[in-house]
């Protein structure tokens, strides 16, 4: 399928790998439109985009705290409370609560990744009132009913068992087991059979009061809806949550190096290889000269120095990326690659003579222009539907950046020369600290 | 491969959109259909689409070539396919990799999909790109040129995609299986990326070959979405793709016909890797090109009741209520040229075995051929399918997929906007009689994807 397959990296493999990571969405942003922001008389602060097009409203919210929040021992809490908040709430049991969004053509739905706990809400702006009601109650009344939880640990059980052959899922788990050891971040985002099997009502509307609160919510609206109704609505919505939430610390931390790849053994003709590092921190002054290299690596062109190097010239592999990527505790740089199994030691020595290449020498003049330029230009292509621009301004509050974060990226991007990208490029691209993981059955790594 | 993208909506919206929400809002009044999409074509038969969508200044430029991977003869699976992989590579004027390399540049993503029916190659740039674009592009329309080099590496390229999207992956394998078991004889039955064996013998004459047979004017149709009035496009489609001339006497290749279907088939696959054991059920089905009036849109209906999101049949019986699978649903492939597909699915619930999970997903499947969905399931599916039909307006490119997705099989425009209308107008009784002819197990394979004990995937540290 998919030709320049960077792309279908970007599309496939990318996604693959920010969904186990924990990632939601992409990075990047880019606004035609004002961005107001909006506070309540309840204390709730929420940025909008007035968009009349369509007859939609868009809202994605967010409660800091994610699976790092969960107890030992009850990882998949989150993603189990997510997959039933929207199953029965209030005066609804399972069914009717689903039957009556039908009805209404809402969506509601809820997600999380290691720092936040997600929800999502879309409707038609003329059955508004009657959709909020449906929100509302999902949010402050979830029934989290004994057969609801039952069926739904049992699908987790049925997706664990199957994502155990998922070489993408499997070497992006063990990247982040080995690379955090003892932190909440080594821990396996939608659990394991024993934590799912573990987890009980009480534990689900434990880590809900903790969690859901107004204190760590931040929120972005999209849509055929004022500054003044959007305020009623939130109010209406979240005023029965806790104003604090109660979230335990979780502590910064660095990516532990582990040089030697660890194996993971799954079936098949391909492994797919994972490695990374420390990164930079968004609010980092590198931050944007470290985007900028990263793009120079691994990003989606065929110019990428990992894709010229291992797919263009040698064929060695369908999709091979790199990406930064900002945790609320943790920066990393991480790549992956999917490469036969007789040749995933080649591939990653490729990917390390790439690393001292541009460590030692740095990009070309005309790398670091060609990847500013699409860093730039592109930015508008995150922001051309409802979905895209409530995606971004969510990200952009749980990054701590302002509303005129489309501006100032732009002018950060702008700012950054090829000697920012070399001297970047002599910390971020050190070979000797990667953690590296693999999933398959590789036959060239050596014994 | 399909689904790339999933198929969406119509656009430019205000107006149509208002009208859709106000009819499903009341629930009664009969919205008008509204054209958004204007088409023309060029001189040389090249049709034009421009869909305004005027939200941010971007557009979505798409070429559709009247070509696919069914198109391919036996020994020759996965040429088109692989075609689509060596349009990136150099032409006169362009270097390899180059097209991609100045999208990039630009600001702009590119990428292409090979479908059975079709072939198309998109960007997203900034609006004030476009040009650029449909200069590249239609360059690359006649222009390839091709190094034994390049054909040798990226056919390495596409082995190993294979691997990544089929052969690691045992749904994908069960599913190129079941494919190619239902249909006997047509060339739906090939796989789109090709047979293992069969790519490693594409050569760089058979992709020039085929490329000079179906890569013309007069065989693609460019779809333009986003802040662009089709004046515009006009006169710069006029100006690019306009100035190659017409291709003589071309058509597509006629397809191995598919017999009547006799008997029911049965595949089984043993995997270590399939984790929860599963059952899929392919029935053969009208697309929307080939079914009756009305047909197609029944059957969208029917696996929206039957299967589409927990408020479905299946999913409401066998997942809630009976606790035989922990997943089921039902889906519905209906843009395509020659023949649509069915398929019904249930993932077992713990402990369940497979026959237990099919004779439930039976059951519920003959109670619908018998009884028909209820007025609440009928009103639930339609509201669902229009609705999506709605949201799908805010993503330009799933915008511009379903236009040309369904031009690409001959369908018009009208086709494409009416289709909310016709939706409306479908009846019980209409899904129940679509149900009974089509749910039907002589014209149907059976999957079953099997958990193997042994080779569970173990960690080991070395």
Redesign the interface.
Known sequence: MIAPALAHARAGGRRLALALLGLTAWQAAAAAAEIQEVRTPGGVVAWLVEERSLPIVTIRFAFEGGAAQEPDGKEGVASLLAATLDQGAGHLPGAAFQKQADRLSTRISFDTDRDAFFGSFETLSANLAKSVELLKLAVSAPLLEPATLERTRSQFLARATFEAGDHNKVANAKWMAQSFPGHAYSRALLGTPESIRAVTRDDLEAYRKRVLARGNLRVAAVGDIDAAKLAQVLDDVFSALPAQPQLSPVADVSPATVVRPQVVKVDGPQSVAVFGRRGYARNDPDYMAALVLTQILGGGSSEARLVREIREKRGLAYWVYSILYTFKHASVLIGGVASPNEAVGKSLALVREQFRELAEKGPTQEEVEAAKSYLIGSYVLSLDSNAKIAEQMLRSQLQGLGRDFVAERKAQIAKVTRADVVRVARSLLATDDLSVAVAGQPTDLGP | ?PG?WKAAAAAH??LA??GL??A??TSDAEAAPQRRASEFTLANGMQVVVIPD?????VTHVVWYRVGGADNIAGQSGLA?FL??L??KSTGKLKS?EL??VV???????????VHDATY?FQ???KEHLRTAMVMEADRMRNLRLVDAEV??????????R???V????LAILDELMTAALYVNHSYRIP??GWGPEIPKLSRELALQFYRRFYAPNNAILIVAGDVSEGEVRRLAQDTFGRIPRQAGLSRPPRPAEPAQRAARRVELR??????LSMQRYYLAPSYKTAAPGEAEALDVMVTALGE???SRLY?LL??EK?VA??AGASYSSVALDSGTLNVYG????GVKGEALEQAIDAVLTDFIAQGPTE?EL??AK??L??GY??G????ASLAHRYGSNLAIGRTIADVEEWPDRLQKVTAEDVRKVAAKYLDLQASVTGVLV?AEE????????
């Open positions: 491969m790339s919206a205000a959109t208002v929400t106000v499903l809002a005027r939200r941010a200044p971007v396919h689509e992989h349009m990136f990799g991609s390399r990039s540049r630009l600001g702009g993503r590119d990428n292409a999909v090979t190659y997203r740039l900034p040798a590496t990226e056919r390495e390229v596409v082995v190993q995609e691997r990544s999207v052969d690691n992956k045992p789109v990326i995997d270590p890797r399939a984790g929860t999101g927990p408020t409401r997942v809630e606790s922990a997943n993932v077992a619930g713990d609440e009103e639930l509201s669902s229009i609705s709605i949201y307006a805010d993503n330009q958990p080779g569970k995937a173990l960690e080991a540290r070395r």
